[in-house]
């Protein structure tokens, strides 16, 4: 095992690592953005139905926005802190403002979660459009409660 390299995501020191936006990694014109929500290492972690309800709107929205055609992957991290967005050919203020301007959809939106059927979902129970608000509230709140830098403090 002395031959496996480490990867970037572990050298961040995710004691002091507060919720907002960062880039995490970029690779030819594709930018890996850390979508921060909760802070790590706490007992303050998104549970599945609130990850998989906010995964369904978001990804929804974000996919039908400015950046349709940039998305490469939007999904949740395992640890339970919050996503990964993938965009091909955009800048961070860009980005920024579509992921701010989503969670306002979110927010807005009337009706069923997208994706709500058991034919479009392999668990469609576990989706709650409730908690997706709760928690693009808390992180549309997040993100404007300080200046987003894009870089990890250390």
């Given at each position: 095992m002395d031959n496996i390299a480490r990867i970037a995501s572990f050298s961040i020191n995710h004691d002091i690592l507060l919720p907002g936006i960062y880039v995490s990694r970029v690779d030819g014109d594709v930018t890996t953005y850390d979508l921060r929500h909760r802070r790590p290492n706490t007992d303050d972690l998104i549970d599945n139905s609130?990850?998989?309800?906010?995964?369904?709107?978001?990804?929804?929205?974000?996919?039908?926005?400015?950046?349709?055609?940039?998305?490469?992957?939007?999904?949740?991290?395992?640890?339970?802190?919050?996503?990964?967005?993938?965009?091909?050919g955009s800048d961070n203020e860009t980005v920024l403002r579509e992921v701010k301007k989503t969670c306002e959809r979110i927010l807005a939106h009337e009706g069923?979660?997208?994706?709500?059927?058991?034919?479009?979902?392999?668990?469609?129970?576990?989706?709650?459009?409730?908690?997706?608000?709760?928690?693009?509230?808390?992180?549309?709140?997040?993100?404007?409660?300080?200046?987003?830098?894009?870089?990890?403090d250390e």
């Amino acid at each position: 095992m002395d031959n496996i390299a480490r990867i970037a995501s572990f050298s961040i020191n995710h004691d002091i690592l507060l919720p907002g936006i960062y880039v995490s990694r970029v690779d030819g014109d594709v930018t890996t953005y850390d979508l921060r929500h909760r802070r790590p290492n706490t007992d303050d972690l998104i549970d599945n139905s609130t990850l998989h309800s906010l995964e369904h709107m978001f990804a929804t929205y974000i996919r039908n926005g400015e950046l349709r055609d940039n998305i490469i992957y939007y999904g949740p991290m395992g640890c339970q802190t919050g996503f990964y967005l993938l965009i091909r050919g955009s800048d961070n203020e860009t980005v920024l403002r579509e992921v701010k301007k989503t969670c306002e959809r979110i927010l807005a939106h009337e009706g069923e979660v997208f994706g709500k059927a058991s034919r479009e979902c392999g668990n469609y129970r576990n989706l709650s459009l409730e908690a997706a608000k709760i928690e693009a509230r808390r992180y549309l709140d997040e993100l404007n409660a300080r200046t987003q830098t894009f870089t990890y403090d250390e």
